[in-house]
């Protein structure tokens, strides 16, 4: 099969970034140590443990007792900025604008940016991926209330731009703002796990938590670009996620127009409010009626004055699926119009080889029309924020650091990018692998293993996988190559 797809090592320019990623909860472990406060996936794992395969974080990779050893580690691997997310609720346990701030719990971020910095790596700091502080999700179900949570996560913002903003030149808001208003509060299958219970036809929940987090992350910028930019001299953005798709049926008018239908619900949603000053995509509010809430005057002089401080597009991409409208059946109404999401399309043909993932399949060619869709709609300067796998069958130790699978799908995607920037001329500055150690996938608990580097979850013992090897030496050919590389204009 590997011939079917071999990798061509195309060139990057030399001044592409190679990271990796991670986040707090993801790795860090200690959840109750130095006076850490709990968040909502505290809460969520404990509460009903079947809804992340009986497993939690309190432990997980343990990061927190293990950051010198995993900075150096970073550093053998060649790897040369790191995207960390801060637990938002290790340095204000409570989570709220006049709960008291938890020293220890800054010190501990003080250390990583500085051992960071000791080894010559860049940090790019998270301020949200996911883990609320419960004291908010229970005081006024934190994102369903958006004056009171647009306060709290500024005076979060300025504590962290305050206190780390000297070291950190490079930030993001949130962390896929789809996933937490589709996955934590529509469907329920990550936290804080709010069903909309009414039925989709009504739910008004998570189009209210979308519109919460823009107006927050609008926010935030102004204040960064007001207070802090000028004296600390960062960059600051979001981080958006999104399959792509394909036809189902590549004849039918209804299923090609099910794709730009699906892209602008999956990414339109955020992107256009925050990338272009705008409303929501005309199809949403088209189809979503008054369950989407509306911007007022001032929310759209806001987004207008902060959409050009953004200073990159932050992009999560994975796989690509097949889309199709389906006309004759009832309107259920599955919100995104009636649009099914499949792997397969009307031929039998499979989009990709699979991942351990059933939605995560290797097709590089989607990764590429992606970044070509962003570039073309938004016109900012793209960094992979996440990209990366589990191979099939990884759970078996023996071929935990063998992985031949996540190396084709890493080397493909990287041909992605190359093709990408000089064929099509898309500006694309860095790449983050996702992730830099096995950590704890969320509703999937310990199962799937994205790292690079194998993590042993009895002993803690981190190894190298081949892929975390691949990657140093492609990258470093890749960039190397005097004959073909170029710089970027
Ligand atoms: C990222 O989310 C996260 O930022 C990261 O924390 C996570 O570890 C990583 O990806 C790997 O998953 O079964 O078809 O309903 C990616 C968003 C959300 C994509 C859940 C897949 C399930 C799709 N993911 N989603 S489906």
């Known amino acids: 099969a ?19 990623a991670t986040a707090a909860y993801q790795i860090e472990g200690a959840s109750t140590q130095d006076g850490k406060g ?36 970073m550093k053998s691997l060649g790897i040369e900025t790191y995207r960390l997310s801060i637990s938002w609720s290790r340095i204000i346990p409570l989570g709220g604008r006049d709960d008291p701030v938890n020293e220890a719990g800054i010190a501990f971020y003080n250390r990583l940016i500085d051992t960071l910095l000791e080894h010559s790596i860049t940090p790019s700091v998270t301020l949200y991926h996911w883990d609320v502080p419960e004291g908010l999700y229970s005081k006024y179900k934190a994102f369903l209330n958006t004056k009171e949570f647009r306060a709290d996560f500024e005076r979060y913002a300025r504590l962290c731009f305050t206190r780390f903003g000297d070291r950190v030149k490079s930030w993001v808001t949130f962390n896929e703002p789809y996933i937490i208003s589709i996955f934590g509060h529509l469907n329920g299958s990550l936290a804080p796990g709010h069903c909309a219970e009414v039925g989709t036809e009504t739910a008004t929940e998570p189009w209210l938590v979308g519109h ?9 910028v102004q204040m960064y670009a007001r207070e802090f930019q000028p004296s600390q001299n960062g960059k600051i953005s979001i981080v958006l996620n999104g399959h792509f798709y394909e036809p189902y049926d590549e004849t039918k008018q209804t299923d090609i127009d099910a794709v730009q239908v699906r892209l602008e619900f999956y990414v339109g949603w955020f992107g256009d409010p925050i990338y272009l000053g705008k409303d929501y995509p005309a199809v949403m509010k088209e189809y979503l009626g008054a369950r989407l809430p509306s911007f007022t005057p001032d929310d759209l002089d806001l987004l207008k004055v902060t959409c050009p401080i953004n200073g990159f597009y932050g992009m999560n991409h994975y796989s690509t699926k097949f889309v199709r409208q389906l006309m004759d059946l009832p309107a259920k109404d599955d919100w995104t119009r009636n649009i099914e999401e499949s792997s397969t399309n009307s031929k039998g043909e499979e989009i990709g080889p699979a991942s351990s993932m059933p939605w995560l399949r290797l097709a590089p060619s989607g990764f590429r029309k992606m970044m070509n869709w962003i570039w073309d709609r938004y016109h900012l300067p793209i960094i992979i924020t996440e990209n990366g796998c589990p191979c099939p069958g990884e759970a078996d130790i023996k071929i935990a650091t063998d992985d031949h699978f996540r190396q084709r799908y890493l080397g493909l995607y990287l041909d992605a990018i190359s093709q990408a920037i000089y064929e099509d001329g898309i500006e694309v500055q860095g790449y983050y692998v996702w992730s830099l150690m096995d950590n704890f996938e969320w509703s999937s608990g310990f199962g799937p293993r994205y790292g690079i580097v194998h993590v042993d979850f009895q002993t803690l013992k981190r190894t190298p996988k081949g892929s975390a090897y691949y990657l140093q030496e492609t990258f470093q050919a890749r960039r190397n190559d005097q004959t073909r590389v170029e710089e970027r204009p």
């Open 38 to 73: 709990k968040s909502i996936w505290d809460t969520f794992s404990h509460l009903e443990p079947s809804r992340t395969n009986g497993e939690n974080a309190d432990i997980t990779c343990d990061h927190y007792n293990h950051m010198e050893e995993d900075v150096q580690l």
């Open 2 to 20: 590997g011939s079917e797809f071999p990798i061509k090592n195309l060139k990057l320019p030399k001044s592409f970034g190679y990271g990796a």
């Open 212 to 220: 919460t987090l823009i107006l927050s992350h609008a926010s935030v």
